[in-house]
Structures are given as structure tokens and as C-alpha cells.
């Protein structure tokens, strides 16, 4: 009885770790890539030429989002250091909105304002919902 109790927890437990899953970005990259196309009502030309563009702004803009989620985590020891990470995660935020700017700079060259319009608002749309569901799991 007390093995068959001890088994018993075991499945529990390696079911729950099972159900506790890492951020799959790959997977949060296509399912962000569908949507936009999907709502923005994107053509074939128009994703051919909007794809690298999508691709290379989710890189860059993660790898900003990697350094800001550094600085949130340090722990300066003076005041001194204190400034110097807030000065640090103001520029970050700056160069976040300013790549933003350039990246839809560059799409309106490919494809007309509306759809790059409506590109971003589902692009954020898509990212509330993530959060959400998220939100919810916990």
C-alpha cells in the first residue's frame, strides 16, 4: 500500500512538472506571425516583404526586453549604482521606442498605412491576449 501511495505521487508530481512549460518563443513567434496576418489581412506579396522585417524587430526588440529584465533584476549596492541603472533602463526604453519608430518607418515603405496600421494595433492586440491568458493560468 505505501509503495503503490509513494507511486501515486510520483505520476502526480511529474505531472504537474510536465504542465509547468518554459516560454516557447518559437511558438510565440508563429502564433503572433499568424494573427497579424490573419487581422491585418496581409496578401502573399505583402507577407513575403513584411516577414524579415517582423523577424528581425522580435529579435532586436527581445534582446532589449532581455537587458531591461537585467536591470529590474540588479541589485545595486550604493546610490550611485542606483542612478546608473535607472540612467541604463531609461536609455533602454528610449532605443526600444526609437527601433519601434524605425521599424514602422520600414513597413510603411512596404505596404500601405492601413495595413501597417492595422499590423501594429493586432501586434498589440495579440500581446494583451497572451498576457491574459497568462495572467489566468496562475
Known sequence: MRKLTIVLMLCLATGVMAQKKCFD??????????YVKKEAALNAEELSAFQPVFDEWLTKKRALFSARKQLRKSQPDND?????????????????KRMEQEYHQRLLGL?????????????DQFNRNTFKRAAGKK
Open 80 to 96: 550611485e549604482e542606483c542612478r546608473q541603472t535607472i540612467v541604463n533602463m531609461d536609455k533602454l526604453q528610449v532605443e526600444t
Open 111 to 123: 505596404m500601405p498605412a492601413s495595413k501597417v496600421l492595422k499590423v501594429v494595433r493586432a501586434e
Open 25 to 34: 518563443h518559437d511558438k510565440y513567434k508563429a502564433d503572433l506571425l499568424e
